[in-house]
């Protein structure tokens, strides 16, 4: 597929300039690096270099006027968005909210479902999931969604059957810092994966998600218990889905944190020390006051999926500081099969996500890194 080159200025949260900490030699990183290994423990090892500039969530930036949806083949956005009539036929007898899932109030809220009842299903389901202020699909900057991967998986011969999305969020690069694993954002994505499980009949589907959706993902499939102080405390969130996942994809996700959120303090729901990206304080060799919500993410390992692969980049520049917090690469799943990595300009946070269509299909397909 074709690659283009992205070009943002960044300067969200707090811009001050300083160079990025010095804990991994980016130039040493080859342009994609692969690993078909386990990663190591995320043990940390080295304290964020709180001088260093950041941003506070993944909403978008100002960029040039190359962007990824310049990459991506013509997928007719607006003539083909939206959940199919049979899966919203379905929604409906099953006691759906099909007005939540399906995103009308959005232009790209949602895709997927079958053109007609019984239409054959030969691949896995594959649901993507999008990240902070993004869409299921798009064409301007920083809201993208999935245009390139879907336009690309169909081009390979996966049907609208086969292919699915839903929004969650307003999709409001003006609300981005207010996003957070709040209690809405997971029982939304729960139930969409819930209802295509159900609806398609596979016995698993292939789970693609990109920085903030990956690790409401990780939460959707990890299941279990759940709090949301701001909207009735604690909740039952599911039995495990791990079993239902053939290969999970994460793309650019902050497992361990964002420095920037250290930098600016656990001031922001998207930064928040109980729902938030908050990646807490070393103490010695131990990390204390680390997110609630990603330390329960972190209690185990592997449970992603039967094939569990991390996308990332030293040059992510929302992720920032080469990907690094305290030590090591928050993008890494815990527990991962495989990972790819990058290390040029058009792979920075929304290039991992746009330009890597190719790849995602190697990995949810075939269990195939490059």
């Given at each position: 597929?074709k690659r283009?080159?992205?070009?943002?200025?960044?300067?969200?949260?707090?811009?001050?300039?300083?160079?990025?900490?010095?804990?991994?030699?980016?130039?040493?990183?080859?342009?994609?690096?692969?690993?078909?290994t386990?990663?190591?423990?995320a043990?940390?090892?080295v304290?964020p270099?709180?001088?260093?500039?950041g941003?506070t969530s993944?909403?978008?930036?100002?960029a040039?006027?190359d962007?990824?949806a310049d990459?991506?083949?013509?997928?007719?956005v607006?003539?083909?968005?939206?959940?199919?009539?049979?899966?919203?036929?379905?929604?409906?007898?099953?006691?759906?909210?099909?007005?939540?899932?399906a995103?009308?109030?959005?232009?790209?809220?949602s895709?997927g479902?079958r053109?007609?009842?019984?239409?054959?299903?030969?691949?896995d389901?594959?649901?993507f999931?999008?990240?902070?202020?993004?869409k299921?699909?798009g064409t301007?900057?920083?809201?993208?969604?999935?245009?390139?991967?879907?336009?690309?998986?169909?081009?390979h011969?996966?049907t609208?059957a086969e292919?699915y999305?839903t929004?969650w969020g307003?999709?409001?690069?003006?609300?981005?810092?207010?996003?957070?694993h709040?209690?809405?954002?997971?029982?939304h994505?729960?139930?969409?994966?819930?209802?295509v499980?159900?609806?398609?009949?596979a016995?698993?589907?292939?789970i693609?998600a990109?920085?903030?959706g990956?690790?409401?993902?990780r939460k959707?499939?990890?299941?279990?218990?759940?709090n949301?102080?701001?909207?009735?405390?604690?909740?039952?969130?599911?039995?495990?889905?791990t079993?239902?996942?053939?290969?999970?994809?994460?793309?650019a996700?902050?497992?361990l944190?964002l420095t920037?959120c250290?930098?600016?303090?656990?001031t922001t729901?998207t930064?928040?020390?109980?729902?938030?990206?908050y990646p807490?304080?070393?103490?010695?060799v131990?990390?204390?006051?680390?997110?609630?919500?990603?330390t329960?993410?972190?209690?185990?390992s592997?449970?992603?999926g039967?094939?569990r692969c991390a996308?990332?980049s030293?040059v992510?520049?929302?992720?920032?500081?080469?990907?690094?917090?305290?030590?090591q690469?928050?993008?890494?799943?815990?527990?991962?099969?495989?990972?790819?990595?990058?290390a040029?300009?058009p792979?920075?946070?929304f290039?991992?996500?746009?330009?890597?269509?190719d790849?995602?299909?190697?990995?949810?397909?075939?269990?195939?890194?490059?």
């Open positions: 597929m283009a080159v992205l070009l943002f200025s960044l300067c969200l949260g707090a811009c001050g300039g300083a160079a990025a900490p010095a804990a991994v030699d980016a130039a040493a990183v080859l342009d994609v690096t692969v690993s078909d386990a990663s190591p423990d043990a940390p090892d304290a270099d709180a001088a260093a500039d941003a993944d909403a978008p930036v100002d040039a006027a962007t990824a990459a991506a083949p013509d997928s007719g607006a003539a083909t968005a939206g959940l199919t009539a049979d899966f919203r036929a379905w929604l409906v007898a099953h006691q759906y909210d099909v007005a939540d899932l995103r009308d109030d959005l232009i790209g809220g895709f479902g053109a007609h009842a019984g239409e054959a299903i030969p691949h389901p594959v649901i999931i999008h990240g902070n202020s993004d299921a699909l301007a900057v920083g809201q993208t969604g999935w245009t390139a991967s879907r336009a690309w998986f169909a081009q011969g996966y609208d292919l999305a929004t307003p999709a409001d690069a003006a609300q981005a810092a207010q996003q957070d709040s209690r809405k954002n997971i029982q994505l729960r139930a969409f994966v819930e209802a499980l159900a609806y398609t009949g016995q698993k589907v292939d693609v990109h920085s903030m990956v690790t409401l993902a959707v499939v990890l299941g279990g218990s759940a949301d102080p701001g909207d009735g405390g604690a909740y039952a969130v599911g039995a495990p889905l079993d239902h996942v053939d290969a999970f994809v994460g793309i996700g902050a497992n944190g920037s250290f930098l600016t303090g656990p729901p930064c928040s020390a109980t729902n938030g990206l807490g304080t070393l103490l010695g131990t990390v204390a006051g680390r997110s609630a919500y990603l329960d993410l972190l209690q185990t592997g449970y992603e039967g094939f996308l990332w030293t992510d520049e929302i992720i920032g500081y080469a990907d690094i917090v305290y030590g690469p928050t993008s890494r799943l815990p527990g991962q099969t495989a990972e790819v990595t990058f040029t300009a792979y920075g946070h290039g991992l996500k746009d330009l890597t269509a790849v995602q299909l190697a990995l949810v397909r075939d269990h195939q890194t490059p």
